[in-house]
């Protein structure tokens, strides 16, 4: 409202340098509110109102204040729409950058538990086909005591004994 004011009675001031000292009253305007950028920006409507300013009565002159007031409102509106729109653009992009980077996030966390998985059933295999191996080989054992055969060269196989017997692991 500060600009308002101060725009108000610099054109009030400019008017009453045009027309040479007779007092202008600056209106004040409550509501309604422009940039500090209008005094300095709207140069050429500056001289349009420098040429008509002597011929204007001045309720004119109050309604041309008021219509460059105006304007000044209008453009500061539609920057700040414009701004509004840029941001919200921002805010959109920025959104989708952060939902990309959840789903490669979340793809590679995916890929990290199908790839420890596969080693989990890996192991298990491996552990599966050497029990079964171990199997083979006590049965091979057990048969060629019962033929009277002596029992295949053991493959450095670990026996564990209790109580003097050996266990077998079938």
Excluded at 2 to 28: M, T, V, Y
Excluded at 106 to 127: G, H, L, S, T, W
Excluded at 135 to 140: G, L, V
């Amino acid at each position: 409202m500060d600009e308002d004011e101060a725009l108000a009675r610099a054109i009030a001031a400019s008017l009453e340098d045009q027309k040479g000292g007779a007092a202008a009253p600056a209106p004040s305007e409550g509501g309604e509110g422009a940039t500090g950028e209008g005094a300095a920006g709207d140069k050429g409507a500056g001289k349009e109102a420098e040429a008509e300013a002597p011929k204007l009565s001045l309720k004119e002159r109050e309604a041309l204040m008021r219509a460059k007031m105006e304007e000044l409102k209008r453009k500061k509106e539609e920057e700040e729409r414009e701004l509004e729109r840029v941001r919200e653009q921002e805010r959109i992009r920025s959104g989708k950058e952060l939902i990309a980077q959840k789903r490669l996030l979340e793809d590679q966390e995916r890929q990290r538990v199908i790839d420890f998985r596969k080693r989990e059933k890996e192991e298990a295999k491996r552990a599966k086909q050497k029990i079964l191996e171990e199997i083979a080989r006590d049965k091979a054992e057990r048969r060629s005591g019962e033929s009277g055969q002596p029992p295949p060269a053991p493959e450095k196989k670990v026996e564990k004994k209790q109580g003097g017997t050996k266990k077998k692991v079938e």
